[in-house]
């Protein structure tokens, strides 16, 4: 069974300082990870994705994520904080072999301060 | 830009309704999915569909139910309502296995 694990409920960070979400995965095969943003009272919106090749994605908002294999993680970064960063974060691991099921950690909340 | 709707964004039904949330994606996705989100436990998956009239159970599917009878709809269907299937539920669709989902804004139930 796949399994993604997000360590840190919370994340506080000044504005214009760099920022880390954490996430690491448990998969029988190839990872497939995901990362998703949700602002309040709305659906989650897609950020970057890992499925092959170079270990660092970029993705929307000036986002990035490091995949590491040998520690089984995919670290969310973000060189500059801003204010409008701040939201609930999840991390998630899809599996093609069936159907894309799609399991999700447990969300890290991220404060960006002025 | 994909679409994915859901019906309501707020409902409230009282024990032992039967409820139905709908939810409608406009790019012809072959997945959909539905989800609860609840404070501190993530996004627990209910049900999901890879194709039409198909379903398969996800990891928390006790007193839920789905139908998909047409591509871009897929109903999650509470038999009986009860307090403790008060939560927000998210609609996803997505192309394929290894694309992103595309997620609806959520209905807000309440059960009393």
């Known amino acids: 069974a796949q399994s993604v694990a997000q360590p840190e409920d919370q994340v506080n960070v000044a504005e214009g300082n760099p920022l880390t979400v954490k996430c690491t995965y448990s998969?029988?095969?190839?990872?497939?990870l995901f990362w998703y943003v949700q602002y309040p009272n709305r659906g989650l919106q897609f950020l970057l994705k890992y499925i092959t090749g170079d270990n660092l994605v970029k993705g929307s908002y000036g986002f990035e994520a490091e995949f590491n294999k040998s520690q089984t993680s995919f670290h969310l970064k973000k060189p500059s904080a801003l204010v409008s960063d701040s939201a609930l974060y999840f991390c998630a691991v899809r599996d093609p072999l069936n159907a894309g099921k799609s399991t999700f950690g447990d969300g890290t909340t991220l404060t960006v301060k002025p | 830009d994909v679409k994915v709707t859901q019906s309501s964004r707020y409902l409230v039904k009282r024990t032992g309704e039967k409820v139905f949330l709908e939810c409608v994606q406009d790019m012809d996705h072959e997945n959909m999915f539905w989800y609860r989100q609840d404070p501190g436990l993530g996004l627990r998956l209910i049900y999901f569909?890879?194709?039409?009239?198909?379903?398969e159970k996800g990891d928390i599917p006790e007193g839920y139910s789905v139908s998909r009878e047409k591509k871009e709809r897929f109903s999650l269907i509470l038999e009986s309502a009860s307090t403790n299937q008060t939560s927000m539920y998210l609609c996803?669709?997505?192309?394929?296995?290894?694309?992103?989902?595309?997620f609806g804004n959520g209905t807000r139930l309440t059960v009393t």
């Open positions: 998969v029988s095969g190839n990872p497939y």
């Open positions: 996803a669709s997505s192309p394929g296995p290894l694309r992103p989902l595309h």
């Open positions: 569909s890879y194709d039409v009239k198909m379903k």
